[in-house]
C-alpha cells in the first residue's frame, strides 16, 4: 500500500465518521489542514516553507491547467 493510499483509507474513515455525526466535510477538510500544518512543524519545517507548499497546492488545484504563457 503506498502511502497515499494509506492516508487516504484514513481520511475516508474519518468522513464517514463525520457523516455520522452531521459533521460537515468541509469542516473535516479544514481540520485536516491543520493536522497537516501541524505534521509539517513537527519535522521543523519553517511557517515561509509551510505557506509556500500549501501555497503550491493551491495554485495547482485544476486537474488539467491551462497555461496561458510558458517560457520555451
Do not use: C
Not at 500500500?1 to 474513515?13: C, D
Amino acid at each position: 500500500m503506498s502511502t497515499y493510499q494509506m492516508v487516504a483509507k484514513h481520511v475516508e474513515a474519518a468522513l464517514a465518521e463525520a457523516a455520522a455525526q452531521k459533521i460537515e466535510s468541509e469542516v473535516v477538510a479544514r481540520y485536516l489542514l491543520s493536522e497537516a500544518v501541524r505534521v509539517f512543524k513537527l519535522g521543523n519545517r519553517s511557517d515561509k516553507d509551510i505557506a509556500a507548499e500549501l501555497v503550491g497546492l493551491a495554485e495547482n488545484l485544476e486537474d488539467d491547467p491551462t497555461y496561458a504563457f510558458m517560457r520555451p
